[in-house]
């Protein structure tokens, strides 16, 4: 088993998922491009779509509204496995979500260029 959670590594993808979540919220779409892998293998399972290969989540992105994008995250594990494994998963709050929970998991790899999310998922569930 790889040494999970080493301080440094930790801290190296906690500012890399914080960095994803200032440009989610700010609708910084080249940062959002940027931290996913450059990769037909990247995928992501959105709340109402499946992207598969990064020209895919590229091109979402860019063609996303920029409406409604505040959010308050919580419960949030970031967890590294080695020197170039992580995983990060939240759950997040928005207004108008009435009541319902979003949750999002991301797998991120070190690559030459940086932390990269390789596959992510989003969803949405009616739970408390």
Do not use: C
């Not at 500012?15 to 609708?27: G, H, K, M, P």
């Not at 979500?97 to 690559?111: I, P």
């Amino acid at each position: 088993m790889p040494e999970v959670n080493l301080p440094d590594v930790l801290a190296e993808v906690t500012a890399a998922f914080a960095r994803y979540e200032q440009a989610l919220i700010t609708n910084d779409v080249a940062v959002l491009d940027e931290l996913f892998w450059d990769s037909p293998l990247t995928l992501r399972y959105g709340a109402t779509e499946n992207l598969y290969g990064y020209a895919a989540i590229k091109a979402f992105r860019g063609a996303r509204a920029a409406s409604d994008l505040p959010r308050t995250t919580r419960n949030t594990v970031i967890t590294s496995y080695g020197r170039d494994f992580a995983t990060a998963n939240t759950e997040f709050l928005r207004d108008g979500m009435n009541g319902k929970v979003g949750r999002q998991s991301q797998t991120w790899v070190k690559t030459p260029a940086g932390w990269r999310v390789v596959a992510a998922h989003v969803s949405v569930a009616a739970i408390g």
